[in-house]
């Protein structure tokens, strides 16, 4: 339905063409900046930094209320994933090493469109939307940020900019996990055992609530001083990884049908005996090498070295009756599109831990990078207009 609304949408506005809104005004903008990998003290603020253009044609910009952080921010501040960032920002290898500096982090964005490209019909300028952005991408923690049509969604009414700005990257990373790589949706999840390894970070609290409004029965293993969020989120049980080894407390537990994973480490080595063989069950870990391979080993050797290993996990694991996949983010509009319904249908719910200001970008970094997250960082970058 949502897709023919799409479409609906895009031919009743196939006239449509935005005006420029920056070619008379200025060409430089208030961002965060990093212009070499590195620590927290490689952030830095300045005041001309490109104002983003539109290139093709199903491009729009976005004028940023509120960006969140992710993890992934704090290792892509470090360096992770540069080999393969660079492959996906320059496939022809044009540009010289560096060339993505000076670059802005930032993977959510929620705010208002202020430019389209001539392709795109489904959105106008004015619109309230969030994103997901590519990590491939410039980042939300700017003034402006270009993103595709196709990555972009309308906002939930229901939330403010910086309640929405924590939502958009978490549920298109549990939406390609759980979805498009775990098998699930709201049409076949009644009564599915789901466990959520790590449920008190972003995608966990997210993921909680998703399977749990399609029916699921979901046990989440935090730290006990969370429980009462998880819990409140949907969480039927919870399993205290403080209370002793996780793996041996959940061994009580009748076996699952989908295991998420977003700890990682040892985790796998038990987690697979956990699920219901020859039953279509799988595992989805959101923490592969893949990424780390192919800094290492460059991309041809990286991609080479991490299809060897998933291929030999999935084939051990198959002897067992069970599947072992690992999961990735996925940018999808449409994704948010459901989620956006979710929300105002009072399904979802934004778990924000602290908001910071613009000029305390460091400060939430910090935050994020101690790690034991209970929600969503975010960053307000101008105050919220009436809608």
């Known amino acids: 339905m949502l897709m023919c609304r799409r479409w609906l949408v895009c031919s009743l506005r196939c006239h449509y063409r935005s005006f420029s809104f920056s070619a008379a005004r200025r060409t430089v903008m208030p961002a965060w900046v990093i212009d070499k990998y590195g620590k927290n003290d490689v952030l830095r603020f300045t005041k001309n930094a490109a104002l983003p253009i539109i290139h093709y044609p199903n491009e729009v910009v976005v004028k940023v209320h509120a960006a969140g952080l992710n993890p992934i921010d704090i290792s892509m501040r470090g360096g992770y994933g540069a080999a393969t960032m660079a492959m996906k920002r320059d496939p022809l290898n044009i540009s010289q090493s560096g060339g993505e500096f000076p670059l802005i982090l930032g993977r959510d964005v929620s705010g208002e469109i202020m430019e389209c490209g001539l392709d795109v019909k489904y959105f106008k300028p004015g619109d309230q939307v969030w994103a997901a952005i590519p990590p491939w991408k410039q980042g939300s923690l700017a003034e402006f940020v270009v993103v595709s049509g196709n990555e972009v969604s309308h906002k939930p009414k229901s939330l403010r900019h910086d309640e929405a700005a924590s939502i958009p990257y978490v549920a298109a990373t549990a939406w390609s996990a759980i979805v498009n790589t775990g098998g699930l ?33 979901v046990t989440v293993t935090c730290s006990q001083n969370a429980e009462r969020l998880v819990r409140d989120l949907g969480a039927d049980d919870v399993v205290d990884y403080t209370a002793g080894p996780v793996e041996k407390q959940l061994k009580n537990f009748e076996k699952f049908d989908l295991i998420l994973d977003s ?77 956006s319904e979710m929300v105002d249908a009072g399904k979802v719910r934004p778990v924000v831990e602290e908001v910071f200001s613009f000029a305390q970008v460091p400060e939430a970094f910090q935050k994020v990078e101690q790690g034991h997250a209970r929600g969503k960082t975010v960053v307000s970058i101008m105050e919220d207009q009436k809608e």
């Not at 009644?190 to 399977?211: D, E, H, P, W």
């Not at 990424?291 to 991309?299: C, E, F, P, S, Y």
Request: glycine share 14%; with cysteine; hydrophobic share 45%.
């Open 263 to 339: 700890i990682g480490g040892e985790t796998e080595k038990w987690a697979l005996d956990l699920l219901k063989p020859w039953s279509g069950a799988k595992f989805v870990t959101l923490i592969t090498p893949f990424l780390q391979n192919t800094d290492r080993l460059g991309l041809a050797d990286g991609m080479m070295q991490s299809a060897v290993t998933v291929g030999c996990k999935v084939v051990k694991n198959l002897r067992k009756g069970v599947h072992y996949r690992w999961g990735f983010f996925a940018p999808s509009g449409s994704a948010l599109d459901e989620v």
């Open 185 to 217: 949706n709201k049409d076949n999840s009644v009564k599915k055992r789901v466990l959520i390894l790590g449920g008190s970070g972003g995608v966990g609290t997210f993921a909680i609530q998703m399977v749990k409004a399609w029916g699921a029965h």
